[in-house]
């Protein structure tokens, strides 16, 4: 389980980053940063891909009770535009900076760290380590489960409210019938492909 010790090796509040979507063909890629009272940890915090979604539900209300949060956004079109990978980098610094008070150092899920002046720490499998950073897993989580679950209103057919972007046979499939959403990444293959096979179908016609 995540414990605070990472947190306590530096002087001053400490925000912990993570990220949720860079897998999706779909959807944009949405960061938190968290900043834990110390005295006011919610019990139960753990990366969030260990809980259960009640789970995670029930701990994103506590921790917006008891925490400093900053969210970060990367749109499909950066992503697009700059790979996800620095899309990503960008988002956890928007994220950062959107928090009430600076943060005096920052750890980061991950093996790197985003562009930023005060000090930081990437730790690999760190949403399973720093308390920090399993909060921030929570609240990147479910924040974008949510965005997603409302664009399946908006886009029709895809399927959104059940994968919530990620490659699955029933999302690809209904790519190759539907076609390509405004929220669909196309440097991402098989969105590509699906839009490969609309502009030749639409030649043909």
Known sequence: MPDFSFESRFQGP???VDEAGRGPLAGPVITAAVVLNPDQIPDGLNDSKKLSES???NLFKQIFDVAEIGIGIAEPEEIDRINVLAATMIAMK???IDLPSPPAAVLID???SPDIEMPSRAIIKGDS???SIAAASIIAKVTR???MVLAASRFHGFGFDGHKGYPTQAHREALEKIGVSPLHRR????VNSALTGMNKSLKTK
């Open 14 to 16: 400490v925000a912990g």
């Open 94 to 96: 928007r994220a950062i």
């Open 187 to 190: 440097s991402y293959a098989p």
């Open 55 to 57: 789970k995670r539900e």
């Open 129 to 131: 380590k720093s308390l």
């Open 145 to 147: 489960d949510r965005l």
């Open 110 to 112: 991950g093996n790197r």
